[in-house]
């Protein structure tokens, strides 16, 4: 159990402060939470259960259930106060290698990932690249479910921390895995969320950088993407489409990476979204169908836009609380 501290306070490029090993934990100690966004959070230790403190390992992630959702905590030091066996590490650790200069791969991802995309440049994001060309668990002993969108082991990315599909991850195209967009080095644009009109490669199965290739949308999808990334943002079904909609579309246009749709004129938008919006009963609601404004528009089912390539029936989410305060 542990309460959120203000973000972590450090210059670039430096490790943070020192955490106590976990053997050491105990009411009151600063301790680090990976949370399904791929970033770590700094946290306060407000009580410790007697039975869960020798069962934390610096490599494992511990869960419970609580309210039939899982709860991971992920605790490690930031500053190599630990050792590791040069064959154990992922990579192996080279036997040339300098103990006083030498950074473990927690490390590197504690400083490397961030929202929109991890570092592309300098010491930390090349040697992210070259710890992300293997990842630190089995891809094939995780259980996952038939969409391939969650596994019981809640092990992701190639930081092996928890996640959830829809809010910011993409999905290899190779292997299946999802990857947390806070841990990605391809992205030019950050990630808005349920969207996964990407062509994604990992770095596992490139043996190398990642790739990405945005997929093409239409007006349906960019209608669909656009609520559902305000309904979780916002906690709300209904919008308002000049002032809600349209708005959002219009100030990240750019960022949206559109394709063809780029192009399209200011003044022309509003009618494509607008008939987009009133010609798919199947995916959106207005407001005069449920006798309120008919400015409004919202999502028949809470879900990310479906590809192309889905054959797989909408899956709805329960509403999610995403704001978290960062490390």
Known sequence: FFCPLPPLQRGRGEPSPKCAPVS?????????????????????????????????????????????RVVYFFFFPLTGRWSYHPQCHTPPIEPEADSTSWICRQCVFAVATKRGGALKRGRFARLMQLMKLRLPYQLSSLDWDPQHLTNQQQCYCYCAGP????????????????????????LTKPLLYGDRFYQFQCSVCTNGPETIQR????????????????????????FDFDHEILSFANENWESLLLGSLSDTPRQDRCHNLLNALNSHKDRFVSGKEIKKKKCLFGLQVRAPPPLSSDTSPLIADPPINITHRRR
Request: aromatic letters at 12%.
């Open 215 to 238: 997929l093409p949308m239409s007006w349906v999808d960019l209608a669909h993407l656009v609520l559902y990334h305000l309904s979780l943002c916002c906690k709300r079904k209904y």
């Open 24 to 68: 050491a934990r105990s009411e009151g100690d600063d301790v680090l939470a990976r949370w399904s966004d791929g970033l770590l959070y700094l946290g306060n230790v407000k009580r410790v259960s007697p039975m869960q403190r020798s069962s934390f390992t610096e490599q494992q992630l511990k869960y419970k259930y609580q309210n039939s």
């Open 163 to 186: 996640g959830e599909w829809n809010l910011k991850m993409l999905q290899c195209g190779s292997c299946g895995q999802w990857f947390h967009e806070a841990c990605t080095q391809c």
